[in-house]
């Protein structure tokens, strides 16, 4: 079973699609296809479900994304053990993190990471950020810029590079919502206001303990992945929402929104990288790490 073959596994494990998935790799759709069949018949199981429409892991290939990620971490620390003398880092290291983040807090960590790991190859995926940490326990990616949970996972290892206060925002667009708040004075109807909500993770948990705490029972009028989207649909009028500050400093739609003074402020996110404790042995995440560790420490 050769590295390839892992590595074509693992790109329609994330993708789900046999076009963006051959896309990624530099090969042709039928040229996935045939390895995947190859790689199936070499296990002895299936490892996706597909059909003319959809494509998706069987119990086994969920089982077999830990495999892959686990062996190919192993061959990289082979090849850097290999020569002793050998000081300069090779191999694909994957990261995950919101949009935002991507240009905030990861623009600094990769800025300084590839001064001294240029041959190092960054594969980024850019996504929702309340998955984040589930995309790590579930091997899809190496690493990930994320908020730190309440409850982190006893095989999770967190370094804090920057933390974000959470606002509530609300349209400053002519709107029912707008008219309301602007009518209200210092008294914000907090329980007739429509909520723009994300669909998972922490930004939702701290929104459900502030309703709680101020004995709110929701109106949601949409749930969103992604608090880009959020701040967009709040600046056409939609409802009001939770986001995070460094959100809301980097969108193109703050001017078109406003903070809210709510009682009893959120509790700010704790942001840095995350990874599985036992991959820190691989010397790729290892750099990663290192470099996050003293950025934290400046």
């Known amino acids: 079973m050769d590295n390839r073959s892992l590595q074509l596994f693992l790109a329609?494990?994330?993708?789900?699609?046999?076009?963006?998935?051959?896309?990624?790799?530099?090969?042709?759709?039928?040229?996935?296809?045939?390895?995947?069949?190859?790689?199936?018949?070499?296990?002895?199981?299936?490892?996706?479900?597909r059909d003319n429409r959809t494509v998706s892991l069987t119990k086994q290939?969920?089982?077999f994304i830990e495999y892959a990620n686990v062996s190919l971490a192993q061959w990289h620390r082979f090849k850097s053990s290999l020569d002793e003398n050998h000081t300069e880092l090779t191999g694909e290291l994957s990261l995950y993190c919101s949009v935002t983040a991507s240009y905030s807090f990861l623009y600094r960590l990769l800025e300084t990471f590839r001064q001294?790991?240029?041959?190092?190859?960054?594969?980024?995926?850019?996504?929702?950020?309340?998955?984040?940490?589930?995309?790590?326990?579930?091997?899809?990616?190496?690493?990930?810029?994320a908020a730190k949970p309440d409850q982190l996972p006893s095989n999770m290892a967190f370094c804090?590079?920057?933390?974000?206060?959470?606002?509530?925002?609300?349209?400053?667009?002519?709107?029912?919502i707008s008219n309301i708040i602007s009518g209200a004075g210092q008294e914000i109807p907090w329980q007739s206001l429509p909520?723009?909500?994300?669909?998972?993770?922490?930004?939702?948990?701290?929104?459900?303990?502030?309703?709680k705490?101020?004995?709110?029972?929701?109106?949601?009028?949409?749930?969103?992945?992604?608090?880009?989207?959020?701040?967009?649909?709040?600046?056409?009028?939609?409802?009001?929402?939770?986001?995070p500050q460094i959100v809301l400093d980097n969108s193109p739609l703050q001017d078109k929104v406003q903070v809210l003074k709510a009682p009893y402020q959120?509790?700010?996110?704790?942001?840095?990288?995350?990874?599985?404790?036992?991959?820190?042995?691989?010397?790729?995440?290892?750099?990663?790490?290192?470099?996050?560790?003293?950025?934290?420490?400046?």
Not at 118 to 145: C, F
Request: with cysteine; aromatic share 6%.
């Open 12 to 49: 329609l494990a994330e993708t789900l699609h046999f076009g963006r998935a051959s896309e990624r790799c530099h090969i042709s759709a039928s040229t996935l296809s045939r390895n995947i069949k190859q790689l199936e018949q070499e296990v002895g199981v299936e490892l996706f479900n």
């Open 213 to 243: 705490k101020n004995h709110i029972t929701p109106q949601i009028y949409a749930q969103v992945a992604g608090n880009e989207a959020i701040v967009s649909m709040v600046s056409l009028g939609f409802g009001i929402a939770l986001v």
């Open 266 to 298: 959120p509790k700010d996110f704790e942001i840095g990288l995350c990874v599985q404790r036992k991959n820190l042995q691989n010397p790729l995440i290892q750099a990663m790490w290192q470099i996050s560790q003293k950025l934290k420490s400046q």
């Open 160 to 176: 804090a590079t920057g933390s974000s206060a959470l606002q509530f925002i609300a349209p400053k667009v002519q709107c029912n």
């Open 116 to 145: 001294h790991h240029q041959k190092i190859e960054i594969k980024l995926n850019t996504g929702d950020p309340g998955v984040a940490i589930s995309r790590i326990l579930d091997g899809y990616e190496d690493m990930a810029i």
């Open 195 to 211: 909520y723009i909500v994300p669909e998972h993770g922490l930004n939702r948990k701290r929104l459900e303990h502030w309703w």
């Open 61 to 63: 290939g969920k089982d």
